[in-house]
């Protein structure tokens, strides 16, 4: 059974950093492009940003020049390093696959931006 745990979140003033962290569980990790993403209340689940096997990276527009993805393939883990933090970005955020798997959602881990 594939599982995604993630891990980091917290309150953080306006302009503030955080750093997600999700540990994966599927055994061909290495083998999936990995994805960050983010549901604020009362909206749908959004993509932030992809990392592919070889490190390609693409970002949501909004998040360009502050979010940071990146991969440990040998620990299975994926990472979100969130600079300048927005009030608008209080939301849960998820790891998954890209595309995702419907199977795969874990709990999230949830970021509020609050002064």
């Known amino acids: 059974q594939v599982q995604f745990v993630e891990s980091g979140g917290g309150l953080v003033q306006p302009g503030g950093s955080l750093t997600l962290s999700c540990a994966a569980s599927?055994?061909?990790?290495?083998?999936?492009?990995m994805a960050w993403y983010r549901q604020a209340p009362g909206k749908q689940r959004d993509l932030v940003a992809t990392?592919?096997?070889?490190?390609?990276?693409t970002y949501a527009d909004s998040v360009k020049g502050r979010f940071t993805i990146s991969r440990d393939n040998a620990k299975k883990s994926v990472y979100l390093l969130m600079n300048s933090l927005l009030p608008e970005e209080t939301a849960v955020y998820y790891c998954?696959?890209?595309?995702?798997?419907?199977?795969?959602w874990g709990q999230g881990t949830q970021v509020t931006v609050s002064s």
């Open positions: 990392i592919s096997t070889r490190s390609t990276i």
């Open positions: 998954n696959a890209y595309p995702s798997s419907s199977n795969w």
């Open positions: 599927l055994s061909v990790f290495s083998l999936r492009t």
